[in-house]
């Protein structure tokens, strides 16, 4: 007996033309990437005040992209309705945590003078201060490219979701299949 090939439903296949196995992955990738960086950023601290590392936002934010990345994957391996429900939701509050990331990595970014003070400032040590100030200038740059790239792939992500939600699948018939042990 022949196996009939597996015909997914009408809005599962609408989500797979996101490829959201790839938007996942990335999500994923960028996450780790962020903790890495954000890393980097407590380590250069010193004595700046920075309001993107009191908040810890690079952890708790890469914790909610991992999960909405899984989510995502999930979603496209195994069509339910339920998944992409899931998907739509997560990414939908991963683009907003991205933007409140984006907002406080600017505002870090904006107020240069608070790079600039530190108990080396006028002491020998303001080469080494420079240094830290620089590396730290470039981890925030990066850090709101990652972060906005993360935006991009939830919206896109959250599209494809709404998109695949739109459409109504039809209603399936009730099992009409009888068992011949329970016919009379």
């Not at 780790?32 to 934010?61: C, D, E, K, P, R």
């Not at 997560?90 to 530190?118: P, Q």
């Amino acid at each position: 007996m022949a196996s009939q090939p597996i015909v997914e439903p009408e809005f599962h296949q609408i989500l797979l033309k996101g490829q959201p196995k790839a938007l996942g992955a990335i999500q994923i990738s960028l996450a780790f990437v962020q903790m890495f960086v954000g890393t980097v950023l407590v380590y250069t601290l010193n004595a700046y005040t920075s309001v993107t590392v009191y908040s810890f936002i690079f952890y708790w934010g890469a914790a909610f992209y991992l999960i909405s990345g899984s989510v995502t994957v999930a979603a496209a391996n195994k069509g339910t309705r339920g998944l992409v429900k899931g998907t739509l939701g997560t990414n939908l509050f991963s683009a907003l945590i991205a933007l409140c990331e984006v907002a406080l990595v600017i505002i870090d970014l904006a107020h240069t003078y608070y790079f600039n003070y530190g108990p080396c400032f006028t002491s020998p040590c303001s080469l080494f201060q420079d240094t830290l100030l620089v590396i730290r200038l470039i981890t925030l740059i990066h850090l709101v490219f990652i972060t906005f790239l993360q935006f991009t792939m939830s919206i896109t992500g959250f599209a494809f979701s709404i998109r695949s939600m739109k459409k109504k699948t039809p209603d399936i018939p009730p099992n009409t299949y009888q068992n011949p042990a329970f016919s009379t």
